[in-house]
């Protein structure tokens, strides 16, 4: 029996060995799960995928700059038969016969001015782009945040399930002992009643710990892109918090993506206020033609023309669309910045909530260890106390309960002090591979940004698509 107890003890404390400990030898570490999430994670990609697709918005502004260049050609078949006079003394004119008029031109149209609409259509492109990358900052903490939740909590169902073996191994042999006692005439038929109903009720929490662990199992393999293996224990990252709460407020009004997105999203809708104001100005453009002709006319065999229009156009009244535009992105930047206090006081109480559970964590391992000790002790004193005829053997299956408890609260709480310091991480808004100091390549989305920004033309993608 000494033996299954020292068992259960091993498996209960199995997450703190994390703090005491190095990793054994070829197992999964939380840090390579975090990286697998991070490389692979659909969800994620997809969203660099969006990132991607967001940064076209700044070339298709910029195109407003560049000259349009169109090619026109024609031809035909045209048959004329005319019969006219002309002059005072009628003379008889008559053309009949058939042509076939062809016809080849180039014109280029360059905007001169558009009341800077294409200035703020590039400045409000570029800061969906930003907004675009701080969205996908946003998406990589979480998918983080629940990578290293899913590695802690199979950890603590792992150990829960060794722990409700290890206590069912125990009360198999509590009703054997039992039953020899009744044999015996020691103890009563009651006693060998309670050992059966707590040896049941040991099962059915095997039986619900096997079944947390399951579905854990499939979250694990959803989430990480793998099934667990051989999983070394995790530990907290308190090293890459601030010292105090108001340092870790103070970082997340500043640092958390979901701030900084907010920001970029005053500053699109600033400039779509900027662009709906400049279609109430002048427009001013020059455009350069030349064509090149072949019998449009029966005498006429060739002709060539060029020419250069410059064009004002200067907008009175255009059934009111305009006005009501720019009153409406008015109502549009006053939500967005109503939308940026709301972000900020949400992400302040998420700090606020977040390091409140890593110092209530921190506790309560200490007070859960304290309790499986205080337990193990009173289990050995209740078995010795029986032995004598001082305790019943209600009172060894009380205190056999009680030490399981304790050992799956130790479990829980080892798992809760992990977990609520990435999510400390999360809320200042540093979970991210380079502060975690992740062995994997850290996607840049400014590369991809560079490489189609000042694009004139093409249409494969970067990456040869």
């Not at 195109?63 to 260049?69: A, H, L, T, W």
């Not at 007070?367 to 209600?394: C, D, H, P």
């Amino acid at each position: 029996m000494r033996g299954v107890k020292d068992f259960t003890g091993a498996a209960a404390a199995v997450l703190l060995m994390a703090l005491v400990g190095p990793a054994p030898a070829l197992a999964d570490t939380i840090e390579a799960a975090l990286v697998r999430a991070y490389q692979g994670n659909p969800q994620l990609n997809a969203q660099r995928a969006q990132v991607r697709s967001t940064d076209e918005n700044v070339p298709q502004a910029l195109s407003g700059y560049r000259p349009k260049v169109a090619i026109t050609a024609s031809a035909g078949y045209q048959y004329l038969d005319s019969l006219s006079t002309q002059g005072a003394t009628p003379n008889t004119f008559e053309d009949h016969g058939a042509n076939a008029p062809r016809s080849a031109g180039i014109t280029a149209t360059q905007t001169l001015y558009n009341g800077n609409q294409t200035a703020n259509k590039t400045r409000a492109a570029e800061s969906q782009v930003s907004g675009a990358r701080e969205a996908l900052r946003v998406l990589e903490q979480g998918v983080l945040l629940n990578a290293a939740t899913i590695y802690m909590d199979y950890l603590r169902d792992a150990a829960i399930v060794e722990v409700q073996k290890s206590n069912t191994r125990v009360l198999e042999q509590t009703l054997k002992q039992t039953q020899d006692r009744f044999n015996v005439g020691e103890v009563t038929r009651t006693d060998v009643a309670q050992s059966e109903a707590q040896l049941a009720a040991g099962r059915t929490q095997q039986l619900q710990a096997e079944s947390n662990l399951t579905t854990t199992r499939s979250n694990f393999r959803r989430i990480i892109g793998n099934e667990p293996e051989a999983l070394a224990p995790g530990s907290p990252v308190d090293r890459f918090l601030p010292a105090t709460l108001p340092s870790a407020v103070e970082l997340s009004l500043t640092d958390n993506p979901n701030v900084t997105a907010a920001m970029f999203g005053i500053d699109v809708n600033f400039l779509q206020v900027k662009v709906n104001e400049g279609a109430l100005l002048p427009t001013l453009t020059a455009q350069v033609a030349v064509q090149q002709s072949y019998e449009q006319l029966l005498t006429t065999y060739r002709s060539f023309g060029a020419s250069a229009i410059a064009q004002l156009t200067i907008p009175v009244y255009q059934g009111g669309a305009e006005y009501s535009l720019i009153r409406q992105s008015k109502e549009n930047l006053a939500q967005q910045r109503l939308v940026l206090e709301q972000t900020r006081d949400q992400t302040r109480a998420n700090t606020v909530t977040a390091w409140g559970q890593l110092v209530a964590g921190k506790a309560q391992v200490a007070s859960a260890q304290s309790q499986v000790t205080a337990s193990e002790i009173a289990l050995n004193g209740v078995r010795e106390e029986a032995k004598a005829g001082q305790r019943t053997t209600l009172d060894v299956l009380n205190a056999q309960q009680a030490l399981v408890n304790a050992r799956v609260a130790l479990v829980t709480a080892q798992h809760d002090r992990v977990v609520a310091s990435y999510s400390v991480l999360n809320a200042v808004g540093r979970l991210s591979p380079i502060v975690l100091k992740l062995p994997t390549t850290t996607y840049d989305p400014s590369v991809h940004y560079q490489q189609v920004r000042d694009s004139w033309a093409g249409v494969r993608t970067p990456d040869g698509r």
